[in-house]
């Protein structure tokens, strides 16, 4: 058994076929010409049917051989193998029509379009990212501009409702600050001069106590810049907090609670050996009994004791 013929492609089997088809008609032209006459329009009886049988035994020859043929590893028993179907399908043609001037034209209209919007892209994948970059810091630009316009605006409203605060804040210090007409006054003056003795009308006289309370406080450059700082107060933001019950609201309110708190803490100072600002008349009678006598563990733990029943009681 003898090995088969390899092919690479089909193509290869085809060209063996046409070329034995050419040599064919070649050997057919040489003993049989054509006829020379062109009266005779028809083809030669004898001439057609050798051709048709040279035809037919190139066929059979092939398809003889077929079977001793493997095309790129495909045998005449696969359905993919070319023979006979490729020699029995009509052979393809080319025709070649006249140049066309048109044409050639528009061809060339539509490389020179290509190239320009070859070049478009380019420029655009340059120009692209710097120009969307710009737009979008321009857009930041104005939109911080846009929230600082309406920042002043805020501290525009803050300013005006603060200078509002401030200006009732001073009418109404200076209309606490007027000191009242009493009506009812029971203090005379008397003065004694060379045995004249001279006394005078009832004067209005007014708690000296109330006025230096009344009297509004010199503040500091330093305060006053704290206070301007400061941006009024509304009254959904103030904190409002729980104080316990009603009666302890109303010790807070007439400073019983303050008192209560003011004494534990002088107790405390007294009882660590201190003394307490603003107490040196209270202290003084006590100095005696409060002096090195409390620096004994005993003597704090009775004052400490006595401090507990002092804040209990009250």
């Known amino acids: ?31 049989l010409p054509p006829s020379a006459n062109p009266e005779n329009d028809g083809p030669d009886p004898m001439r057609e049917r050798v051709r048709e049988l040279v035809d037919e035994f190139i066929l059979r020859s092939f398809g003889s051989a077929s079977t001793s043929i493997s095309i790129n590893g495909l045998d005449s028993t696969s359905p993919q193998f070319p023979f006979p179907a490729a020699f029995t399908a009509p052979a393809e043609t080319v025709e070649y029509e006249p140049y066309d001037s048109r044409l050639a034209s528009r061809v060339t209209s539509l490389y020179a379009q290509l190239e320009s919007l070859n070049t478009t892209v380019a420029q655009l994948r340059r120009d692209a990212p710097r120009r969307a970059a710009e737009a979008y810091s321009e857009q930041l630009k104005k939109a911080l501009e846009e929230d600082d316009e309406e920042d002043m605006e805020l501290d525009l409203e803050f300013d005006s409702e603060r200078e509002d605060v401030e200006l009732s804040e001073d009418h109404d210090q200076h209309d606490d600050a007027v000191p009242k007409p009493t009506t009812n006054t029971n203090t005379t003056v008397a003065t004694k001069g060379k045995g004249n003795e001279k006394t005078s009308q009832d004067i209005e006289m007014s708690d000296a106590d109330a006025q230096q309370s009344e009297q509004p406080q010199p503040t500091t450059g330093r305060g006053r810049r704290s206070r301007q700082n400061r941006r009024p107060l509304r009254s959904d933001w103030k904190l409002q907090v729980p104080l316990g019950t009603d009666q302890e609201v109303e010790r807070w309110r007439n400073g019983d609670m303050a008192e209560a708190y003011e004494d534990a803490l002088r107790t405390l100072l007294r009882l660590q050996g201190e003394m307490a600002v603003g107490s040196e008349t209270d202290t003084a009678a006590e100095g005696a009994t409060d002096g090195n006598a409390l620096a004994s563990t005993v003597g704090k733990a009775e004052r400490a004791a006595q401090a507990v029943d002092v804040v209990e009681k009250r």
Do not use: G
Not at 13 to 27: E, G, H, P, W
């Open 1 to 31: 058994m003898h090995r088969k013929i390899e092919l690479q492609s089909p193509a290869d089997f085809t060209y063996l076929y046409a070329n034995t088809v050419a040599l064919s008609r070649q050997k057919l032209d040489l003993h």
